[in-house]
């Protein structure tokens, strides 16, 4: 069973910056589309970001222009730049390794963000 770690989270203030990490230790992990999601108290988890094999990218409304997705396939890593960040930003943050059947989770890092 593929497990991806994240790392990352933290405490931060409003406006502030952080950023997560994954690394996913799957075969042939260049041909993969990584996700980041989350999920905030009470709320379902949702997409926040993807990157394809090739870097095409796609975002959340509620992050873009805020958020980068990126990835390093010679490290196996997936990075998820979060910039002016807001309180609505709060959650149990996912890094997944999207599959046509189920994805492959990881445990999740928490981010909170203070007003």
């Known amino acids: 069973q593929v497990q991806p770690v994240e790392s990352g989270g933290g405490l931060v203030q409003a406006g502030g910056s952080l950023r997560l990490f994954c690394v996913a230790s799957?075969?042939?992990?260049?041909?993969?589309?990584m996700g980041w999601y989350r999920q905030a108290p009470g709320k379902e988890r949702e997409l926040v970001a993807s990157?394809?094999?090739?870097?095409?990218?796609n975002y959340a409304d509620s992050v873009k222009g805020r958020f980068t997705i990126s990835r390093d396939n010679a490290k196996n890593t997936v990075y998820l730049q979060m910039n002016s960040l807001k309180p609505e930003d709060t959650g149990v943050y996912y890094c997944?390794?999207?599959?046509?059947?189920?994805?492959?989770w990881g445990q999740g890092t928490q981010v909170t963000v203070s007003s």
């Open positions: 990157i394809t094999s090739i870097g095409s990218t």
């Open positions: 997944a390794v999207i599959r046509v059947g189920n994805n492959y």
């Open positions: 799957v075969n042939f992990f260049s041909y993969k589309i």
